[in-house]
């Protein structure tokens, strides 16, 4: 021991032994019971929370697999910074002071700034926490404009804390005034300004969006010539899925500057299309025909809330038409179509009971039998 103190009094004057034991204790506490403190600490937050919001559906397993790992390296942070406060830096290696640039400035700069960056970590950690509470009560709920506003203002709240942690970093840390750094990019920031336009133009419309209700998550809409599900709005973009299957993120700004048509609002879908019937149909058998099917669409349990229109409607120029339209009484858009094909299945059985052919789209060319026999029996 006398050796070491000796060793320290010739390259480290001003510490003792007992100065490197501590130093050394700490470090391996801090390394070796970094996870379970971060346990602890997660585990006593949780009951802190739980208390306030009172949520039984949310586990404290849950809350340690989101909050554990970064409050693990803010403990460990804490602890290397009291292990190295025991040491006494020499005044003989003339190392500049911490205020002036030099190796302990750049080393108390680094420290501070892994500090604040666990530190903000953990705080996102534990708003995502807070998503999920807030997620699984407005599950309980029939309305769904707090299923979409719960990722919203998790994203928003997230980009706000990750924006102050930089402004913290940058005027606290590094000492750096950041209305001058702003004021003194001149064309600079401009340029930023006008990069940034779009994004804030995005910003603004998700507002506009919330606060209108013209759609929420899970309607049907379409938008120009696309038409699919809302998945996610958030304060940027709307994630659409598609009918075929793809996901489509369209900007917020774009989605407000635009016509936009809310399907799941429909109380009716509407079906319109024509019948062509040979032309060699009868009045008679064409009246029957009219009446059969609107008696279907009357009686029908998903039509006959409103009535449809079934009509002798134009000579066509080889076929008899029949203008077809009835509202079936769904907002599903594959409820409505298997309505639709039970109907157009029950009209195609009705023509046919009637001994009517529906109409061909192939002309037929009648020959004269003197064409024929002038020209040897063969027409060409």
Not at 140 to 166: C, H, N, W, Y
Not at 205 to 234: H, L, N, P, R, Y
Request: with cysteine; charged share 20%.
């Amino acid at each position: 021991m006398e050796q070491f103190q000796d060793f320290l009094n010739k390259y480290l004057p001003g510490n003792n032994w007992l100065n490197f034991l501590g130093f050394f204790c700490i470090l391996i506490t801090g390394t070796l019971f970094r996870r379970f403190i971060g346990k602890k600490i997660s585990q006593l937050t949780f009951g802190i929370v739980r208390s306030f919001s009172r949520e039984n559906d949310v586990t404290v397993q849950e809350f340690v697999a989101l909050l554990g790992r970064p409050l693990e390296y803010v403990f460990l942070l804490v602890m290397v910074f009291f292990a190295f406060d025991l040491i006494h830096i020499p005044s003989q290696w003339e190392l500049a002071h911490p205020s002036e640039f030099g190796l302990r400035l750049i080393f108390l700069r680094g420290y501070k700034s892994l500090l604040i960056l666990a530190l903000t970590w953990a705080l996102v950690r534990f708003v995502k926490f807070l998503a999920i509470v807030f997620t699984r009560r407005a599950e309980r709920t029939e309305s769904k404009m707090d299923d979409q506003l719960v990722p919203f203002v998790k994203d928003l709240l997230i980009v706000l804390i990750v924006i102050i942690a930089g402004l913290v970093i940058t005027g606290k840390v590094f000492n750096i005034d950041v209305a001058t750094l702003i004021t003194g990019l001149g064309i600079g920031g401009i340029a930023i300004a006008l990069a940034a336009r779009e994004t804030l133009e995005n910003l603004i419309a998700s507002f506009t969006i919330f606060m209108d209700g013209s759609f929420v998550v899970g309607d049907a809409v379409q938008i120009g010539t696309m038409t699919g599900d809302v998945e996610k709005i958030g304060f940027r973009s709307t994630r659409i899925r598609t009918v075929d299957g793809s996901l489509v993120t369209v900007p917020n700004r774009l989605i407000v500057s635009q016509v936009l048509e809310n399907l799941t609002q429909r109380e009716f879908r509407r079906a319109k299309y024509t019948i062509r019937l040979d032309v060699g149909t009868t009045s008679e058998q064409l009246t029957e025909v009219i009446k059969d099917i609107q008696d279907v669409i009357d009686v029908h349990e998903f039509t006959k809330n409103k009535p449809g229109v079934i009509r002798f409607d134009a000579f066509g120029d080889q076929s008899f038409d029949v203008l077809v339209i009835y509202f079936v009484e769904t907002r599903d858009i594959r409820t409505f179509n298997r309505i639709k094909e039970e109907i157009n299945f029950k009209i195609m059985q009705i023509v046919l009971n009637h001994r009517i052919r529906f109409a061909s789209p192939i002309s037929t060319v009648h020959l004269k039998n003197d064409f024929i026999n002038n020209s040897g029996g063969n027409p060409l």
